[in-house]
């Protein structure tokens, strides 16, 4: 029975998402993914705990294969809180007018006032729903939509919720002993108190604060029938469907993963996106299970089997070495998450080793089939683990150290309780015998702390160090490219900040950053077109191997089609203006100010030439006054990887466009130039303040005049972050708050002024992209951007 009503409370739960995605998505996703992803979502957050984060999470992986970004699964995740919320509402209100004075635990106030608070509650329900049936009702928070069910929906979902948690007491009611259970109205308002006190307490699944609830409710102090009922209802409620949810979950992303390959040898193929971190969690438990079992009494009859054909030193012996192995084990998980060959050999190798210790410790058969199976798991699967590196390589992080400073924390405890019957005395370190568990505990948890310590203390000290600043020589093949290219932008590779990966033919090149787990590629692979789409590939292998995403940023919608091969998700960041110099001239009203600007810096004394690249160096102590006048005028720094800075080195490597005013340089801009005169451009332009209010209008006039005399068709304005990003109900998450950000964001950065600007030379708009992974990596990746840009996640904003 119990079976059974844990069977209607989720077939319960999953009609919360399927009511949710017809108010949310109506016709995007099939009421049959809703379904499941309400039973797998349920499943899991109901185990785990933190409803609202872990179901959201896996809510958010299936909804995702709908096409359903973010925002709308939080609107999903949203309505369903509503409808449990209305549910529990109605229940504990029916169960107080049931018979409000049944449980003397759960009174309020008195029987009388009881009633009226649960009719006021039902009113207000009704109320509610009154509302609703008004018409369409919304909530909008910050232009965030949330709709709100109809009437009808409304009155479903009280419905499905009360039946959901019904069914639930009741699968725990049935187990009772009668003479325990009160009647089952009175339990409900139990039931329903003792699981919002665990969602309260946030433990996983209310471990331990529902059973204690449900214990003092009923007044069964620690009845052993009660706490069987107890534990078997945590099996079938909460265990039982968590196993079978996670299974269920793992078949999905397998068969969208496989749905999405179409190249088995390639670096995404199913078993490297799937086993490395099935195998990395089964590891981890192996080794707690190993430490775990260090930490409790061994089963009497097996080490009386084991002492007639072992000596007793072995056998300590191999208690010891196996809670080490434990330890190590969860050490080495980490690796195999992050794909590490080296780290699955070691495991397999450690995983036989505690499989041998567990029987020689104690005739565990039942760990050492279970670690010798996860050890076959790995030994089929080594094309699963294909990045190099060595021990150094899954070296605990800080957040690791904690986990494992947190598990060894517990078991610990757990071995304490275990043992708390014997009495503590200095001679139990020295005590050897076969019935000597609490002494063979101790040990190996001294044991354990002085080696957890030790690799605690390694890892602190070898933290992965920020790599070395400086310029970066730039390779004779990357010269040679950039001089045959019909672009501009490439140009600030050789800014000297970035690295490069160059095609077997020195053909290609991409230029590219580090930052976090991040490797981005600044712009496409620059050169000879099939070269540069092979280095997609490549480019993104190499990050692979060495546990990081690519990351493609500033990249023309040309081959968008090739990122998307790679899985890429593809966002728009802003557009680029260029001009065309071919019909440009200053003639006509449009270009009013720009004529203005140039008269009058003639009027004021200000002429325009261009230094050439071998006299640079010369001025480049005027430059630096220049440049140094311009940055105590604005509240950020200099920047980096996709901005030019002022570098003597760099600057050097231009032609410099310069604005005099009585001989002395007042303004300049370094100009970048195509390899066959198809674009020019600039990068830095910077001008001493109060010399003119209209020397940047002048320079701008002069250069495009002067890129239009030299014979160039294009002239390359630049981006404008965020420009063109659409503003519908109907657009990503990304696009809504990238608008948000472009129309609110002054304070941080003139998003709107400096397209207005650019749109004033009348330019061809071209938008620009990321492709880099999605779903929750994709704030990770603009925030390692950001920094490489930045040199911090905020920098960005500074103007």
């Given at each position: 029975m119990a079976l059974l009503f844990t069977a209607v409370s989720f077939a319960a739960m999953a009609l919360y998402d399927v009511i949710a995605v017809r108010g949310v998505a109506?016709?995007?996703?099939?009421?049959?993914?809703?379904?499941?992803?309400?039973?797998?979502?349920?499943?899991?957050s109901n185990a785990i705990g933190f409803h609202v984060l872990v179901g959201g999470t896996v809510r958010y992986r299936i909804y995702q294969a709908a096409g359903l970004?973010?925002?709308?699964?939080?609107?999903?995740?949203?309505m369903t809180a509503l409808t449990f919320s209305a549910g529990l509402l109605t229940i504990i209100s029916l169960g107080i007018l049931g018979d409000p004075a049944g449980l003397p635990f759960l009174r309020l106030v008195s029987p009388a006032d009881d009633r009226i608070l649960a009719g006021a509650a039902l009113l207000l329900l009704g109320a509610g729903i009154a509302w609703l049936a008004g018409g369409p009702r919304e909530l909008n928070v910050l232009k965030w939509r949330f709709p709100l069910p109809s009437a009808g929906n409304a009155m479903a979902q009280i419905a499905i919720g009360a039946i959901d948690i019904g069914a639930a007491a009741a699968a725990l009611y049935v187990l009772l002993p009668p003479d325990v259970a009160p009647g089952f109205a009175v339990f409900l308002v139990l039931f329903v108190a003792a699981i919002s006190a665990g969602i309260v307490s946030h433990a996983p699944g209310g471990?331990?604060?529902?059973?204690?609830?449900?214990l003092l409710g009923l007044g069964a102090g620690t009845r052993p029938d009660v706490l069987a009922a107890l534990v078997v209802f945590r099996l079938i409620y909460y265990v039982l469907p968590l196993a079978l949810a996670?299974?269920?979950?793992?078949?999905?992303?397998?068969?969208?993963?496989?749905?999405?390959?179409?190249?088995?040898?390639?670096?995404?193929?199913?078993?490297?996106?799937?086993?490395?971190p099935i195998a990395a969690t089964l590891v981890f438990l192996g080794g707690v299970v190993l430490l775990?079992?260090?930490?409790?009494?061994?089963?009497?009859?097996?080490?009386?089997?084991?002492?007639?054909?072992?000596?007793?030193?072995?056998?300590?012996?191999?208690?010891?070495?196996?809670?080490?192995?434990?330890?190590?084990?969860?050490i080495l998980a980490r690796g195999l998450n992050r794909r590490i060959a080296f780290a699955r050999v070691a495991a397999i190798a450690l995983l036989l080793a505690g499989a041998v210790f567990s029987l020689l410790k104690g005739l565990d058969w039942e760990e050492a089939l279970t670690l010798s199976i996860v050890a076959g798991v790995l030994y089929f699967n080594p094309h699963a683990f294909y990045r190099k590196g060595d021990w150094r390589s899954f070296r605990p992080n800080r957040t690791w150290l904690a986990l494992m400073g947190v598990v060894l924390a517990a078991l610990t405890l757990i071995g304490f309780l275990a043992f708390r019957h014997v009495e503590y005395q200095t001679d139990l370190w020295w005590q050897f015998a076969w019935d000597g568990d609490a002494p063979r505990f101790l040990r190996a948890t001294l044991a354990l702390a002085i080696v957890a310590a030790a690799i605690a203390v390694d890892a602190l000290i070898h933290q992965p160090q920020k790599p070395a600043t400086g310029r970066v020589?730039?390779?004779?093949?990357?010269?040679?490219?950039?001089?045959?290219?019909?672009?501009?932008?490439?140009?600030?590779a050789l800014l000297g900040d970035k690295s490069f990966l160059l095609s077997d033919d020195g053909k290609a090149f991409v230029m590219f950053g580090v930052a976090g787990r991040s490797w981005i590629s600044l712009g496409e692979p620059v050169g000879e077109t099939k070269a540069a789409r092979q280095l997609v590939w490549q480019f993104a292998e190499s990050a692979d191997r060495a546990g990081a995403r690519a990351v493609f940023y500033a990249i023309s919608p040309d081959h968008l089609s090739l990122y998307l091969d790679l899985g890429l998700q593809i966002l728009k960041t802003g557009e680029v203006a260029r001009v065309d110099l071919s019909t440009f001239s200053l003639e006509g009203k449009a270009r009013h100010d720009f004529r203005y600007a140039e008269n009058r810096a003639a009027r004021e004394g200000i002429t325009f030439s261009v230094i050439p690249k071998a006299d640079v160096p010369a001025a480049m102590a005027e430059l630096r006054s220049v440049s140094d006048a311009w940055l105590e005028t604005k509240k950020g720094h200099e920047k980096?990887?996709?901005?030019?800075?002022?570098d003597e080195a760099y600057i050097s490597e231009f032609d410099c466009a310069v604005l005099k005013k009585d001989g002395a340089i007042v303004a300049f801009a370094n100009l970048w130039r195509s390899g066959d005169k198809n674009e020019i451009s600039i990068d830095l332009m910077r001008y001493k303040p109060g010399v003119s209010k209209v020397i940047m209008d002048a320079l701008f006039a002069h250069l495009l005049l002067y890129g239009k005399t030299e014979g160039y068709r294009w002239f390359n304005l630049g981006a404008a972050p965020l420009a063109g990003l659409t503003d519908h109900p109907l657009a990503s998450t990304w696009n809504r708050v990238g608008t948000f950000i472009y129309r609110r964001g002054d304070e941080f950065y003139n998003f709107e002024g400096l397209r207005a600007f650019k749109e004033k030379f009348g330019p061809v708009w071209t938008p620009q992209y990321i492709a880099c992974p999605g779903g929750f990596a994709m704030p990770h990746v603009l925030l390692d951007i950001a920094s490489l840009i930045s040199g911090s996640p905020i920098g960005i904003f500074k103007r």
């Open positions: 109506p016709g995007r996703v099939s009421l049959q993914l809703a379904a499941f992803a309400g039973l797998v979502g349920y499943g899991i970004d973010a925002a709308d699964v939080g609107r999903i995740v949203g471990l331990g604060v529902v059973e204690a609830t449900i996670s299974t269920a979950l793992i078949i999905f992303e397998i068969r969208r993963v496989q749905a999405r390959t179409r190249n088995r040898g390639r670096a995404f193929a199913v078993t490297r996106r799937v086993v490395p775990l079992s260090g930490d409790t009494p061994a089963i009497s009859d097996r080490t009386g089997v084991l002492s007639t054909i072992l000596p007793l030193p072995f056998a300590e012996a191999s208690h010891l070495l196996a809670s080490l192995v434990g330890l190590s084990l969860i020589a730039i390779p004779s093949a990357v010269r040679d490219i950039l001089k045959t290219i019909s672009g501009t932008t490439p140009n600030v980096g990887f996709s901005l030019g800075r002022f």
